[in-house]
């Protein structure tokens, strides 16, 4: 089974991107989505004993805690030593079932991939990338950002350009949806060939 890392900086495209590779049957981990259910469940009570501001209604208030985190950015390792092993756990978890039922070829879709060094746990990875003017538009078109905050989160980000030379396929998503899923159909097709899958031979 071949493992696929995907990520891409903030407003690159990667959910739609992580869609196309679902389209072509194949089984997609995305962390931002775990990390939101261990703050619904296991990571509340570890989080809540060191930032127990953050704990509304019985969760993790994400603004909250984001908010305790810029003004403490000191405490940002404490919070990844409480929630990068249970989403390694998950992925563990994501990974064993995956093999159970056979699969071919799994994606983890990662934002940070490339920063905290989980390509090395995987095979190949694919950078979703556009021109840096269309990221910021499709960021600053969101409810809530800001020139300021994009540039908060870009900060914490490796540059497009570094993620793209480390990268073994790269998505363009500045052309439009079909040039963009037609790539993944490619990336798709070559790794499934490379894994000597016999049902592509046959075709």
């Known amino acids: 089974m071949i493992r696929l890392g995907l990520t891409g900086s903030i407003g690159m495209g990667k959910t739609t991107t992580a869609d196309f590779f679902r389209q072509e ?13 261990l703050y619904r469940h296991e990571a509340v009570e570890p989080i809540g004993a060191v930032f127990p501001e953050a704990i509304v209604d019985g969760v993790v208030d994400r603004t909250v805690l984001s908010q305790t985190l810029a003004q403490n950015p000191d405490k940002m390792k404490a919070l990844e030593a409480i929630v990068h092993p249970l989403v390694r756990r998950k992925q563990q978890a994501f990974l064993e079932d995956q093999e159970l039922a056979g699969a071919d070829l799994v994606a983890f879709d990662i934002p940070l991939l490339f920063e905290t060094g989980g390509q090395k746990q995987l095979d190949k990875v694919v ?11 499709r960021v600053l078109a969101r409810p809530g950002w800001t020139e ?4 908060m989160v870009l900060a914490r980000q490796m540059p497009d350009e570094e993620k793209r030379a480390r990268a073994d396929f790269v998505v363009e998503t500045g052309f439009g949806l079909e040039i963009a899923q037609a790539q993944v159909k490619d990336i798709v097709q070559a790794l499934r060939l490379e894994a000597d ?3 592509l031979e046959d075709e």
């Open 25 to 37: 049957g194949v089984p997609v981990y995305d962390a931002d989505a775990a990390v939101h259910e």
């Open 127 to 137: 950078v979703v990338s556009c021109d840096a003017e269309t990221q910021r538009e």
């Open 148 to 151: 300021e905050k994009l540039a």
């Open 197 to 199: 899958v016999p049902w």
